[in-house]
């Protein structure tokens, strides 16, 4: 399993992701699951992986090879977003079908794969989309400005509480932080190394990219002081009010 998640503010874009790839108890590898494509004043994309490991490297590798060849279409000369999401959609769902069918099995096999995929393209606005298995897509919005893929739940609820539009840039990224390490904190299949990348509404460039291992000081420090706050805070909550008589049962 893993965990990757795109957050849409006003002041730009956030991705991040873990790296562990488990395929059994016994065998945890490391894996980046962000891949970057940017060409510096026309456009800047960053794609997010999760799902079967064959299927995302074999979707990577024939998005490379067609940025890399200037292939039609490809991340390189898709007009929109929205178009570089379906081209998305069409190489996963093309290379899902002829790994089952170069398998022989036609039911149970788990080759499915689900990306993000987010950036700006000069004359656009930013956005991050969600590519399914089926090759079909959804959008963030402004009431649901994020985005998540793999394993989701743990860290969701900061943010649901935190993540709005109006977010900066950068508290953004922390919040991302947390939310990977508060998975990480409630599910073993998840770890690091952490990848970080902002990107900056209208810049056009690369982005910011960072990779945190596991004795990183600042995540270490962040990791800690996340955890210490929310047990002062825990501690100054006031005990629920009961009522001194037990229930009865007739």
Known sequence: MTYCLAIAVDEGLVFASDSRTHAGVDQVSTYSKMFAYARPGERSLVVLSAGNLATTQAVVRRLNRDWQTGAEPSLANTPTLEDAAEYLGEVSVELQRRSVE???????????????????????????????????????SPLHPFLQIGETKYGKPILD??????????RAATC?????????????????????LTYRRDSL??????????????????????????QQLFDQLAAPPLDPAAPTTS
């Open 102 to 140: 170069q398998s022989g099995q036609q039911n149970g096999l788990a080759v499915e794969a689900t990306f993000l995929i987010g950036g700006q393209i000069q004359g656009q606005a930013p956005g991050i989309y969600m590519v399914y298995p089926q090759g079909n897509f959804i959008t963030a």
């Open 205 to 230: 460039d690369p982005g910011h990219y960072r990779a945190f291992q596991p004795d990183d000081p600042y995540f270490a420090d962040l990791r800690d002081a996340w955890r210490d706050g929310l």
């Open 161 to 170: 509480r935190i993540v709005s539009e109006q977010l900066p840039l950068e």
């Open 176 to 196: 991302a932080l947390i939310s990977i390490d508060s998975t990480m904190r409630s599910n073993l299949s998840v770890g690091p190394p952490v990848e970080l």
